[in-house]
Structures are given as structure tokens and as C-alpha cells.
């Protein structure tokens, strides 16, 4: 015992140097943003080729599921190749097409913390670019928050940051979907005026007012309705479309909207 009091005694400058250290990066890159971001950058292109082996492994066993998705994406993709051809105008309800789509596999995900991320293979090489959205063959999944050279950090539903405007399926009626924390299959929609008509069941899908989502992408059905105590607006819990816990192939919305309304919002402050 004696003998490593005085080992500590003997580098103690050494352990005081690295105690510095240790806190002027926590403070460095835990209140600033660029910094962080910056940090978060190199760290995915060091940390992708780990990631990637280790999702290779596990997702070998989730292969039956993860073809089950694709041959139903691709059938439906085929039902909307034959109705494109049958018709001069695409219907709004088939506005997840295959154009300005990136194909990307997850490869380091987290479900069960406050604010979760999931790293992806593709980045701005790949054409990945901040502020894209996200989603698998079921629903929405998030949103693009750094994109790397080769890899890319994508902002999930399950952050307690995000916010996706969202509408109930069939009407007018929207709202901005968050989640609270804690279970990873449930988010809720807050500040829907209290005339909206919402019942258990209903389909929540994307409003497509930005370019981040198109319009209809489904989000996750309604399992509970009730009015604030401001007697003016309700809450909607959503049982999500995506589960979290098993993501593999992902898509990428690249399409960009028309550069005229950006600019329009722009000149007013929006």
C-alpha cells in the first residue's frame, strides 16, 4: 500500500496534467457545437471500420427478416412502377418513390439512452448531406445531423431533439411529433387544436411541408387521445412504425426542394 502512495506521490504531476486534460476536453467539446460536431466527424471516420465489422456479424443472423423487407419494398416499389405507367398523375400517397433515394446500412445504433444516434456507411461522397431525412421500408427513422466523408450520424426519432411535422393520415390536421424518453416504441404529438378529429388506431404519416420528408411517409398509428389542461390543444401518443432496436438497411431522402422557397424563407426570417 505504501509503495503505491508513494508511486502516487512520485507522479502526481503526471495524474494532475491528465486530470486537466480530461476536463478541458469534456468542457471543449461538451458546450460547443462546432467543436462537438467536428469531434463527431473524425471519431465516425476512425470508429466506421469497427462499426462495420461489428454490424456484419450481427446483422448475418437478421438476414431472413431483413430480405422479408426488401422483397416487400421491392413489390411495392413494382405496384407503383405499374400504376406510374397507368396513370398521368402519381397519387400523394405514393410519394416514397426509388428517385433522389440513398441506399445505407446502419452500422452502430443505441435505443435505450436520452438522446440516441445511429451511424450509417454512406457520407458526403456518397451524396449524404446534413438535414436529410430517414427512413427504412416501414417508416420514419430520423433525420441527418453530421455527415462525415464515408460515414454519416443520423438524429433519430428517439432523440430528445428531434421534431418531425407530422399529420394525421386522410386530413388536414398537423403537429410536430417528439419523443419524451423512455420506451422506444412510443413518441407523441403535442399542440393538435382540440377540434381535430383523432380516434385510437389512426395513421400518422409525414406532411412533406419541407424538404426533409417526402409527404406520407407513415410514422406510427394513434394509441391514445387526450386534451391538455389548457383546454385548447391535445396530446397524441404514437405507436411508432419503426422499431429501433432492429435497424439494418435504411433510405436517404436527397431530394432537395425548389431553391426559390428557401430563399423566400430566408427574406422573412424563417
Known amino acids: 500500500m505504501r509503495s503505491l502512495l508513494d508511486f502516487i506521490v512520485r507522479h502526481s504531476y503526471v495524474f494532475l496534467f491528465i486530470l486537466l486534460e480530461t476536463l478541458s ?4 467539446f461538451g458546450f460547443n457545437d462546432r467543436q462537438k460536431e467536428a469531434f463527431m466527424t473524425s471519431a465516425n471516420s476512425m470508429s466506421g471500420t469497427v462499426f462495420r465489422w461489428r454490424s456484419g456479424v450481427e446483422q448475418y ?3 431472413r427478416k431483413e430480405n422479408a423487407l426488401l422483397v416487400e419494398e421491392n413489390a411495392r ?14 397519387s400523394m400517397e405514393n410519394s416514397m418513390s426509388a428517385d433522389g433515394v440513398i441506399v445505407a446500412r446502419v452500422i452502430d445504433n443505441s435505443v435505450r439512452k436520452d438522446d ?8 458526403r461522397r456518397d451524396g449524404v448531406a446534413q438535414g436529410m431525412g430517414v427512413y427504412n421500408p416501414t417508416g420514419v427513422v430520423g433525420v441527418v445531423m453530421v455527415a462525415g466523408k464515408r460515414y454519416s450520424v443520423v438524429m433519430p426519432v428517439l432523440n430528445g431533439n428531434t421534431s418531425i411535422s407530422c399529420k394525421i393520415k386522410g386530413t388536414d390536421s398537423f403537429g410536430f411529433l417528439e419523443w419524451e424518453g423512455g420506451d422506444p416504441y412510443l413518441a407523441q404529438i403535442k399542440d393538435i387544436p382540440y377540434h381535430s378529429v383523432i380516434s385510437v388506431g389512426d395513421t400518422i404519416v409525414t406532411t412533406g411541408f419541407s424538404s426533409i420528408f417526402p409527404e406520407n411517409i407513415p410514422i406510427g398509428t394513434v394509441s391514445d387521445v387526450e386534451r ?3 383546454g385548447y390543444t391535445l396530446r397524441v401518443e404514437v405507436n411508432l412504425a419503426v422499431d429501433f432496436s432492429d435497424l ?5 431522402h436527397s431530394n432537395t426542394r425548389d431553391p426559390e422557397i428557401d430563399a423566400l424563407y430566408q427574406q422573412i426570417g424563417r
Open 25 to 28: 476536453l469534456i468542457l471543449l
Open 248 to 252: 439494418g438497411w435504411i433510405y436517404i
Open 228 to 230: 391538455m389542461k389548457n
Open 116 to 123: 440516441n444516434y445511429i451511424t450509417i456507411d454512406k457520407g
Open 77 to 90: 416499389l413494382r405496384a407503383m412502377l405499374y400504376q406510374l405507367t397507368d396513370s398521368q398523375y402519381a
Open 61 to 63: 443472423f437478421g438476414f
